[in-house]
């Protein structure tokens, strides 16, 4: 069976003009999954575009999703990296304390003429670069 389409007047192929219709079957299944692989794996968007140049697959996106979807070779390229468990914390940080009874203050700063760190050299240098910092302890 052949899908009538509105592209008569072009000089295209008679299987683009009139495409032959698929149903969802395993064997058309596997027909997406090789198109797929021979395409080097190429996307969601770019396997039925290039089924349709010959034959119509009624929900064919959909169906190429999920024949790409199970594809190893693009699960293992398209993953995301594995993120670590945290380590522990020390103990001496596992102890507990009233709030804001353990702080830390930065001593030093950048001091007189010296860059900020990462600052670049080629760039106008910034009023904030030469701060300097001063610390009481009484």
């Known amino acids: 069976m052949k ?3 509105k592209l008569i007047l072009g000089e295209d192929s008679d299987d ?3 495409p032959v219709v698929l149903p969802d079957t395993p064997i058309v299944r596997l027909y997406i999954e090789y198109v797929h692989k021979t395409m ?3 996307g969601v968007q770019t396997t039925p575009n290039r089924i349709r140049e010959h034959y119509w ?7 190429s999703r999920k024949v790409v979807s199970k594809c190893v070779v693009c699960k293992r390229h398209s993953n995301k990296p594995v993120q670590p468990d945290t380590a522990p914390l020390p103990l001496d940080r596992r ?3 009233a709030a804001f009874q353990v ?4 001593y030093l700063g950048n001091g007189p003429g ?3 760190p990462g600052a670049f050299s080629h760039k106008k240098p910034r009023p904030y670069t030469n701060r ?3 610390l009481y302890i009484l």
Request: cysteine-free; proline content about 7%; glycine content about 10%.
């Open 57 to 63: 697959v009624p929900h064919g996106r959909g169906i």
């Open 3 to 5: 899908v009538k389409t």
């Open 40 to 42: 080097m794996h190429s």
């Open 16 to 18: 683009f003009q009139s």
């Open 95 to 97: 102890k507990r304390v």
């Open 132 to 134: 300097s910092y001063l």
């Open 114 to 116: 010296e860059k900020m």
């Open 103 to 106: 702080t830390g203050v930065p």
